[in-house]
Every structure is written in structure tokens, then in C-alpha cells.
């Protein structure tokens, strides 16, 4: 009897044993996983930078596609059609696209701007598709890759975009990105207009 006693309380003893080293092992497990979430500012600040440039790719990757489809989907005698005489043609809605998307990056990330100082809106070598569509996909490459470069702490130092505003390198990315959309967007009516379907929104 008193055998079988002793044998119960070590079994009870056992499983509270292993009860309690189960339990310091999740607390443990927490509060690493919680260490790993909350970094101190200057550590937070540090992981996020990297996750905020791939972002920033990202969506502008995604435009290039957009943007491409748009192009793809203007039959050649539709490229330098304008809706009404005293608007841009669908040709040069996109060559002001592009040159926003050289400016902005060049201004926004430091890079230096390959067509500083021409207006591509009146180079005839681009009033063509396939010039059109080669130098658009031209300033999407230019905006990646000089995000790409970019240091991301960068995102957060002011400067003066187009000598006169006042706001930080990222602000001014947002900004450019906001250009290239308003003007693909105004080409949807062009595409209308010559019996073409716009592509569909491209949101993700």
C-alpha cells in the first residue's frame, strides 16, 4: 500500500515537473517572438526601411505592367490621335509620363536623369509605337533601378522638387507615381474613342 502511495506521488510529481518546464518553455517562446516584434525604435526603423523600398518596386513594377498594357492596346494609327485638336495626342499623354518618371525619380532617389533638359514630348522618333512604347518602359526601368539604389534611410530627408516645394525624397516618389497614373488614366477615353477596350485595373 504504501508502495503504490509512493509510486502515485512520484508520477504526480513527474507530470508536475514536466507541466511546469512546458509551460517556462512557451513563456520563453513568447517572449522571444515578442522581442522580435517589438525592436526599440532605431532597430525598427532599420528592419522596416528595406520592406519599404521593396514596396515602393513593387508598385511601380506593377505600373510598368499597367502601363505596358495600355500601349499594347493602341493600334498604331492610334498613336499620335488626339480627341479634340487643343489636347495632348495619346503619344504625347505618355511621353509626359515618361519624362515625370525621369524628373521625379532623378530628384526623389539622387540618380542623375539620362534626358535632363529635352522635351520628350516633341521628339518625332517617339511618335511611333514601338519608340513610344521603348522609351515609356525606359523611365519605368529608371524609376526601379534608382529606387533600388537608393538608400533607404534616405526616404525621410527633405528636398526641393522643381525648385520650389518643400518635401521628402518619399514623399516626392508618392507624388510621382500619383503623375504617371493621372495621365495613363486620361488615355482610357482615347482607347474609347478608337473602338478599343481599356485594360482592365490592375490594383494588385
Known amino acids: 500500500m504504501n508502495r503504490l502511495k509512493y509510486t ?11 507541466a511546469v518546464s512546458a509551460a517556462l518553455s512557451m513563456v520563453c517562446i513568447a517572449q522571444h517572438a515578442a522581442s522580435a516584434r517589438y525592436l526599440n525604435p532605431s532597430q525598427a526603423a532599420e528592419s522596416a526601411a528595406p520592406d519599404h523600398i521593396a514596396m515602393i518596386v513593387a ?28 489636347i495632348r495626342s495619346f503619344a504625347e499623354q505618355f511621353l509626359h509620363l515618361a519624362g515625370g518618371n525621369f524628373g521625379f525619380a532623378a530628384t526623389a532617389t539622387g540618380a542623375a536623369n539620362p534626358h535632363q533638359g529635352k522635351n520628350l514630348e516633341k521628339m518625332t522618333e517617339y511618335h511611333n509605337k514601338a519608340g513610344l512604347t521603348k522609351i515609356v518602359m525606359e523611365s519605368y526601368d529608371f524609376v526601379i533601378a534608382s529606387v533600388k539604389a ?47 477596350k481599356p485594360p482592365n485595373e490592375k490594383l494588385f
Not at 8 to 18: D, I, K, P
Not at 59 to 81: H, I, S
Open 8 to 18: 502515485m506521488a512520484a508520477a504526480r510529481y513527474a507530470v508536475g515537473t514536466l
Open 59 to 86: 508598385d511601380w513594377t506593377r505600373a510598368k505592367d499597367y502601363t505596358k498594357e495600355y500601349l499594347d492596346a493602341m493600334p498604331e494609327d492610334g498613336v499620335n490621335f488626339k480627341p479634340t485638336p487643343d
Open 150 to 196: 537608393m538608400d533607404a534611410k534616405k526616404l525621410n530627408e527633405q528636398i526641393k522638387v522643381f525648385g520650389r516645394y518643400d518635401m521628402s525624397r518619399g514623399v516626392a516618389l508618392n507624388k510621382a507615381f500619383e503623375h504617371q497614373t493621372h495621365h495613363r488614366g486620361q488615355t482610357t477615353i482615347y482607347l474609347r474613342l478608337k473602338g478599343v
